[in-house]
């Protein structure tokens, strides 16, 4: 990866970009857009693909040694070709968008080998901006956040048929939050201390988890599968299997939770 002032220089570009790319989305928001479905239940608009369109022309017209890796875009794995690689989702939480709920945002990641080290979530239907970098703290609107440190009294984020398996011991003093459509947001939301945790069910992607999982790691967080094991990015495979995402320090308590329980 180069160095500081070239990384700093990613930063912005992403920061900016998302932003940007955030305020395209909302010319669509709650005006009914076009929507398709992808394997005849996934949601896709007009407003996904024209902000997938703008943020590749700005990204890859800014970085044409990176390679691509969204949502939106045919994967033909040229990407691997390259140690770094934007990892975006011109909207996660397009369900939430075509509803007209304001809970989605614009995710930018750049990953070098296998790691986030640049990522911004544009929330503009929320006015949230959400940074971080390799040496920068996790921002909100520019301000640092922090983690929950504690479970008890927080909520959690999971689905209902995961949180009703857990034992008695582990949710007492926990409460179950409202479906957050998306996941980008819930991982936000656990960086700013909002939640306690989320539960992640089997085959989140790359483009879901990238830059949201920079800012959590900065403010104090992870997202581990249930052997304790970070995620890699931008190689073959990009889904991945049951994760938790809290405080570094309430990990091993939420694995060994969902580790009793069939998922």
Known sequence: MPESNAAQNDLELVSETAHEAGQIAMHYFRKDPKVWYKNGASPVTEADIQVNEFLRSRLVGARPHYGWLSEESEDDQSRL??????VVDPIDGTRAFVAGQDVWCVSVAIVHAGRSVAAALSCPARGELFTAGQTTAALKNGV??????????????????VFKKLSDRFVA??????????????????????????????????????????????????????????????????????????????????RDALGDIDI
Do not use: C
């Open 81 to 86: 070709a390259n140690q770094t690689a934007f």
């Open 144 to 161: 640092a956040i922090r983690v929950a440190e504690e479970l008890s009294g927080g909520k959690i984020a999971s689905s209902r048929s």
């Open 173 to 254: 003093g926990l409460e179950k939050s409202d479906h957050i459509p998306s996941l980008a947001y819930r991982l936000a939301m656990v960086a700013d201390g909002r939640l306690a945790a989320t539960l992640i069910t089997a085959n989140a992607h790359d483009w879901d988890l990238a830059a949201a999982d920079l800012i959590l790691a900065k403010a104090g967080g992870a997202i581990v599968n249930l052997d304790g094991e970070s995620l890699r990015y931008d190689q073959k495979s990009t889904t991945h299997g049951v994760l938790v995402a809290a405080s570094v320090r309430q990990l091993p308590s939420l």
